[in-house]
C-alpha cells in the first residue's frame, strides 16, 4: 500500500474535484489554487512523486495531461474512464485525414469520471478545430467525447468522413430528399450537401468539454503566425 503525504493527498484530492465537476484535469496553477500550494515547483515535485508510486501518469506535451491511475473511491469518489484522444475534427472547413493505414495520432488519453459516461463502450475524444458549430457551445479547442456509430438520426451531431474527398467533419447530420445535408451551427456558414454512399458517419457527441484555456492557446497562435489556428475555417 503507497503511504501518501498530506500534501499529496491534498494534490490527488485536488485532481479528483476537477475531473469530477469539469470532465477534465486540472493545470499545475489550478492544482497551486486548490490545495494553497504557492510554487509550481513543489507541486510538479509532487506530481513526480506521484507518478513513481504509480498513482498517475502524465504526459508533459499538454497542460493538462494528468491521468489518475487509480479509482479512488473512498470518500465519495467516482471511478474514472479513460478515453482516447485519438485526434482533431474540424468544426469548419472539412479536414483531410492522412493518407495511411497505421494508427492516425498518439496515445494520448483524457479522464472522465463515470458519473459523466456511465457506459465508456466504442468511446474516443476529438480536439475540434474550427468555428462552425460555435451555436452548439462548441468552440475550437474544445474536446468532444464520441461514440462510435455508423448510423445517425436527424439532428444528431456526428463526426463524418466524406470519402470522395478524404475529409472529416464535425456537423449536424440531417436526410434532406435525396442527399445528406451536413449543418454547422453557425448562420455565417454553409451547409454541406453530399451524396449519401459518399458520407460515412464515424460517431455521435455524447459530451462537450470546454477548454476556455485551450481556445486562449489557439488565438495568441493564429495572431502570432497572422494565419487561422485552423487553415481558414470558414
Given at each position: 500500500?503507497?503511504?501518501?503525504?498530506?500534501?499529496?493527498?491534498?494534490?490527488?484530492?485536488?485532481?479528483?474535484?476537477?475531473?469530477?465537476?469539469?470532465?477534465?484535469?486540472?493545470?499545475?496553477?489550478?492544482i497551486?489554487?486548490?490545495?494553497?500550494?504557492?510554487?509550481?515547483?513543489?507541486?510538479?515535485?509532487?506530481?513526480?512523486?506521484?507518478?513513481?508510486?504509480?498513482?498517475?501518469?502524465?504526459?508533459?506535451?499538454?497542460?493538462?495531461?494528468?491521468?489518475?491511475?487509480?479509482?479512488?473511491?473512498?470518500?465519495?469518489?467516482?471511478?474514472?474512464?479513460?478515453?482516447?484522444?485519438?485526434?482533431?475534427?474540424?468544426?469548419g472547413?472539412?479536414?483531410?485525414?492522412?493518407?495511411?493505414?497505421?494508427?492516425?495520432?498518439?496515445?494520448?488519453?483524457?479522464?472522465?469520471?463515470?458519473?459523466?459516461?456511465?457506459?465508456?463502450?466504442?468511446?474516443?475524444?476529438?480536439?475540434?478545430?474550427?468555428?462552425?458549430?460555435?451555436?452548439?457551445?462548441?468552440?475550437?479547442?474544445?474536446?468532444?467525447?464520441?461514440?462510435?456509430?455508423?448510423?445517425?438520426?436527424?439532428?444528431?451531431?456526428?463526426?463524418?468522413?466524406?470519402?470522395?474527398?478524404?475529409?472529416?467533419?464535425?456537423?449536424?447530420?440531417?436526410?434532406?430528399?435525396n442527399?445528406?445535408?451536413?449543418?454547422?451551427?453557425?448562420?455565417?456558414?454553409?451547409?454541406?450537401?453530399?451524396?449519401?454512399?459518399?458520407?460515412?458517419?464515424?460517431?455521435?457527441?455524447v459530451?462537450?468539454?470546454?477548454?476556455?484555456?485551450?481556445?486562449?492557446?489557439?488565438?495568441?497562435?493564429?495572431?502570432?503566425?497572422?494565419?487561422?489556428?485552423l487553415?481558414?475555417?470558414?
Amino acid at each position: 500500500m503507497v503511504t501518501l503525504s498530506d500534501r499529496q493527498r491534498d494534490i490527488v484530492e485536488a485532481i479528483r474535484r476537477s475531473i469530477s465537476s469539469h470532465g477534465y484535469p486540472p493545470t499545475v496553477r489550478e492544482i497551486c489554487a486548490a490545495t494553497g500550494i504557492s510554487s509550481t515547483s513543489v507541486v510538479n515535485y509532487n506530481l513526480k512523486r506521484l507518478e513513481e508510486a504509480g498513482l498517475l501518469r502524465r504526459n508533459p506535451d499538454t497542460s493538462r495531461g494528468i491521468r489518475l491511475l487509480e479509482a479512488l473511491e473512498s470518500d465519495g469518489g467516482s471511478a474514472l474512464v479513460s478515453v482516447p484522444l485519438l485526434g482533431r475534427i474540424a468544426a469548419g472547413v472539412p479536414l483531410p485525414i492522412p493518407d495511411t493505414e497505421g494508427p492516425l495520432f498518439s496515445d494520448e488519453t483524457i479522464s472522465l469520471t463515470r458519473d459523466l459516461l456511465a457506459d465508456d463502450e466504442g468511446i474516443y475524444a476529438l480536439e475540434v478545430r474550427g468555428q462552425s458549430m460555435i451555436d452548439a457551445l462548441i468552440n475550437d479547442g474544445d474536446i468532444v467525447v464520441m461514440r462510435h456509430q455508423t448510423v445517425a438520426e436527424n439532428g444528431d451531431l456526428v463526426a463524418v468522413w466524406l470519402q470522395e474527398e478524404r475529409e472529416t467533419t464535425l456537423k449536424r447530420f440531417y436526410h434532406e430528399g435525396n442527399l445528406v445535408r451536413l449543418q454547422p451551427a453557425n448562420p455565417s456558414m454553409q451547409p454541406i450537401y453530399a451524396d449519401p454512399a459518399n458520407v460515412e458517419i464515424q460517431g455521435k457527441v455524447v459530451l462537450v468539454i470546454r477548454q476556455p484555456e485551450r481556445r486562449g492557446a489557439l488565438a495568441r497562435e493564429a495572431r502570432r503566425t497572422d494565419t487561422p489556428a485552423l487553415a481558414r475555417s470558414r
